[in-house]
């Protein structure tokens, strides 16, 4: 059974320019939120998707979007990168509640 | 205030010893409870979750839950050095509040 998939692995963007994150969730789930996670920091939720809509939003700026594909697939899209976006980027894939990371994408802005 | 607060240690327990590790959320209301282990430059990995109060255990992990004095606590038995990493404390708030909030972990350290 396939866990959570996130690709790429890692990334290195300059300031300025834009990112797309991929996301596949576990077998079954249907629910995928993005977390960002700064060094010695626990993870702070950006958003969650359902039904490929927006469900619940953090306190992220408008530079931060997504998209729920019909399959569950995610994918997390951030706009004019500033250094301070440097972070690993989660994804989970939940049911009945219970969410479960992929290995993450380990975002560099130079 | 933080919504979720964990002591950032580090803990360092000697191996078969056990690891006790604490953790406190503001939301009265908050209903689930996780906790997650974190190994050097992995992503968190879902060990224990715990709804209701008092004791819930599996293998060596035991989850503590008083939702009364707004506590969640996580105990490692016979703490092997496998277990060394960071453990975050994650709470989901309400039925209609889909986003875990995090503590910012507990690094443990188990000596051989």
């Known amino acids: 059974d396939a866990g959570v998939t996130q690709s790429p692995t890692h990334l290195i963007k300059t300031r300025g320019q834009q990112v797309t994150l991929r996301c596949s969730p576990k077998s079954g789930h249907d629910t995928v939120s993005w977390y960002q996670q700064a060094l010695g920091q626990g993870p702070q939720f950006i958003f969650q998707y359902y039904e490929e809509e927006e469900r619940q939003r953090g306190n992220f700026p408008d530079r931060f979007s997504g998209h729920q594909f019909p399959n569950y697939s995610s994918e997390l899209n951030v706009n004019a990168l500033l250094l301070g976006d440097s972070a690993l980027y989660l994804c989970a894939s939940s049911l009945s509640g219970k969410q479960y990371f992929g290995p993450g994408t380990r975002l560099t802005v130079t | 205030q933080k919504e979720v607060e964990q002591n950032s240690g580090p803990l360092s327990v000697p191996e078969g010893a056990i690891a006790s590790l604490n953790c406190t959320y503001s939301?009265?209301?908050?209903?689930?409870f996780f906790w997650y282990r974190q190994y050097s430059g992995k992503s968190p990995e879902l060990i224990m979750f715990?709804?209701?109060?008092g004791d819930k255990e599996d293998g060596r992990f035991t989850a503590q839950l008083n939702k009364a004095s707004q506590y969640v606590s996580l105990l490692i038995r016979d703490s092997q050095p496998s277990d060394s990493a960071t453990y975050l404390c994650a709470v989901l708030r309400t039925s209609n509040d889909y986003k875990l909030s995090f503590g910012a972990g507990t690094t443990v350290t188990v000596r051989a």
């Open positions: 939301d009265r209301g908050s209903q689930s």
């Open positions: 715990i709804y209701s109060n």
